[in-house]
């Protein structure tokens, strides 16, 4: 059988198998799959979708399945029909897939593949021969407004981040991933791909990471590398059943780490983390620390042209995204003339790159930048409080900031906030409005929610 002239990314993932025997993919329900079935379950499930339901060239299907080893399965038989997988999550609620269909003209939403088992296989030879320039597949993305924004990627950013992912990213076949992002985020599937691209193995969580969940998982499956957000870095360091993880590679992602939550995971958990720095528009990481001991998110990997518009990083990526479906305003926004503009407003020097804050978040006193996650270091750094979010009103003719803010065991020190900053930092610098709440609200993926101001 001659596949060698089909372009078709599932194929270049089944050549690529060089350990048949070696688990794959292991999820939190205790389900497995090892290398060598990976291509055998992946025809199958493609003969059965594409003759009971006709999927095929150009078949918009929308995947709305638990993070499970079924899911991975799912999506390579799409690619080897030439369909366009729509990633969505499996809890969203009926009104967003709804939504979502209606505007992507969905052919097919599946949301079990129990009802797919099959031992016919289709024949390889048959799988679609894609062009790398056009629309492959469909993720989310969300950011600080919980907004579902639908982004679309062409069939060759798969071959480019398969091709960078040993240069970028040094995972090794002897790697146990365990990924707490979810498969429908770009960023979640790029680390399916680093597994794939070095024969490691990936742990994908089936419904909500749980921190308790997260440590029985690197128990039970010796895991390496763990790929997780700060508000559950946080949240593990909180809780009962957590032990150390100096022999994994912690690597934070998804939102901005404070010096804080890294003393605190110190303490904790016993080891350091490593940042990375990414956006939706690229797929996957932009810098990744080689050293977590530096005060920046590391050095701009190869092959990334960027320049800095007032701050704000542009950048150019082999893998950067086509569009936002059917939001004009976001692409242009966001995709300038080949370049993808950030958002976020930075810092670059000799390559490295620190991170000051969201574009939309930053306020300029006396002609400088402040970044809100500055402010907000300075407020958590006081001894009363537990988090902070700091925001600005750009509606009147002069920008104002408020804080809301958490304190311990929800305690009112409101009045010794107010005293510690007037301390340290400059009267122009210290939020115009401060509230005391509860809990700081936050996205469905939680982040914090930064459009929320102070009544």
């Not at 742990?203 to 440590?215: H, R, V």
């Not at 895991?223 to 870095?233: F, M, W």
């Not at 003719?397 to 906030?417: G, I």
Request: charged share 25%; glycine share 6%.
């Amino acid at each position: 059988m001659n596949t060698s002239k089909l372009n078709n990314f599932a194929l270049e993932i089944f050549k690529g198998i060089k350990y048949p025997e070696k688990i794959f993919c292991v999820d939190s329900k205790g389900q497995s799959i090892k290398y060598k079935d990976l291509q055998e379950k992946t025809r199958q499930l493609a003969y059965g979708l594409k003759t009971i339901h006709n999927i095929g060239p150009g078949s918009r299907v929308a995947i709305a399945i638990d993070d499970s080893v079924h899911w991975p399965v799912l999506f390579l038989a799409l690619i080897l029909l030439g369909a366009n997988p729509i990633l969505l999550f499996s809890n969203m609620v009926g009104t967003d897939i709804d939504k979502i269909i209606s505007t992507t003209d969905a052919d097919l939403l599946i949301t079990d593949t129990e009802d797919f088992v099959f031992k016919t296989y289709i024949e390889l030879e048959g799988c679609h021969n894609w062009e790398d320039n056009v629309p492959c597949w469909w993720g989310l993305s969300s950011g600080g407004t919980g907004r579902h924004k639908i982004i679309v990627h062409n069939h060759g950013s798969f071959k480019k981040l398969y091709e960078l992912a040993n240069e970028q990213i040094k995972v090794t076949s002897r790697d146990v991933i365990l990924c707490t992002a979810k498969m429908a985020f770009p960023y979640g599937l790029a680390q399916m791909f680093w597994a794939l691209r070095n024969n490691a193995t990936l742990c994908l969580i089936t419904k909500t990471p749980a921190p308790s969940l997260i440590f029985r998982m690197i128990k039970k499956h010796n895991v390496t590398r763990l790929n997780v957000g700060p508000y559950l870095l946080n949240a593990m360091c909180d809780c009962r059943n957590r032990h150390m993880l100096d022999q994994v590679k912690v690597v934070c992602s998804g939102e901005y780490l404070s010096e804080g939550l890294r003393e605190k995971v110190l303490e904790h958990l016993g080891c350091k983390v490593y940042d990375t720095y990414g956006a939706t528009e690229v797929w996957t990481t932009i810098s990744i620390q080689n050293n977590p001991d530096t005060k920046d998110m590391g050095e701009i990997l190869p092959q990334i042209d960027y320049k800095l518009v007032d701050g704000e990083l542009y950048i150019k990526h082999p893998v950067q995204a086509m569009m936002y479906w059917k939001d004009v305003q976001a692409n242009q926004k966001t995709f300038r003339n080949g370049w993808v503009a950030t958002g976020d407003i930075v810092e670059v020097k000799d390559n490295r790159i620190r991170f000051l804050g969201r574009k939309d978040d930053m306020i300029k006193i006396k002609g400088t930048f402040v970044s809100m996650l500055d402010l907000e270091d300075t407020i958590n750094k006081c001894e009363h409080v537990e988090e902070s979010l700091v925001s600005v009103d750009h509606s009147g003719p002069v920008a104002e900031t408020s804080a809301l803010v958490k304190f311990q065991n929800n305690h009112d020190r409101l009045p010794e906030l107010r005293r510690y900053l007037k301390d340290v930092l400059p009267s122009d610098k210290i939020p115009i409005k401060i509230k005391k709440v509860a809990q700081l609200p936050r996205t469905v993926n939680n982040k914090l929610k930064r459009q929320v101001g102070i009544d």
